[in-house]
Nanobody
Framework: QVQLVESGGGLVQAGDSLRLSCAASGRAIISYAMGWFRQVPGEEREFVST????????YYAASVKGRFTISRDNAKNTVYLQMNSLKPEDTAVYYCAAASAGTWKGNERGSFNYWGQGTQVTVSS
């Protein structure tokens, strides 16, 4: 089992930056692809960004490409999401997720086995 705990969310103004962290425990994440998803009340959870176990492959949603950067520090068992130039439409609960190497399929939400509880990001205009 992998336990994931997100942190770093908050209330910011449009144009500001935030860095989300996802601390994993239970197992080393070095063998897991990791990802960030977000959800607005009443809508489905949507893909934001994912990163391969070694960090060499990343995917981004079109809406965040060029503004968000996913990274990982396997030695610290932690994944990050650097969010720059935030927009009000980025407001959501952000979830960290882990996918076993054998199940990971890029940006497919269903391929992720483990999920955190989420951290709220609110961007005011």
């Amino acid at each position: 089992q992998v336990q994931l705990v997100e942190s770093g969310g908050g209330l910011v103004q449009a144009g500001d930056s935030l860095r989300l962290s996802c601390a994993a425990s239970g197992r080393a994440i070095i063998s897991y692809a990791m990802g960030w998803f977000r959800q607005v009340p009443g809508e489905e959870r949507e893909f934001v960004s994912t990163i391969s176990s070694g960090g060499g492959v990343t995917y981004y949603a079109a809406s965040v490409k060029g503004r968000f950067t996913i990274s990982r520090d396997n030695a610290k068992n932690t994944v990050y999401l650097q969010m720059n130039s935030l927009k009000p439409e980025d407001t959501a609960v952000y979830y960290c997720a882990a996918a076993s190497a054998g199940t990971w399929k890029g940006n497919e939400r269903g391929s992720f086995n483990y999920w955190g509880q989420g951290t709220q990001v609110t961007v005011s205009s």
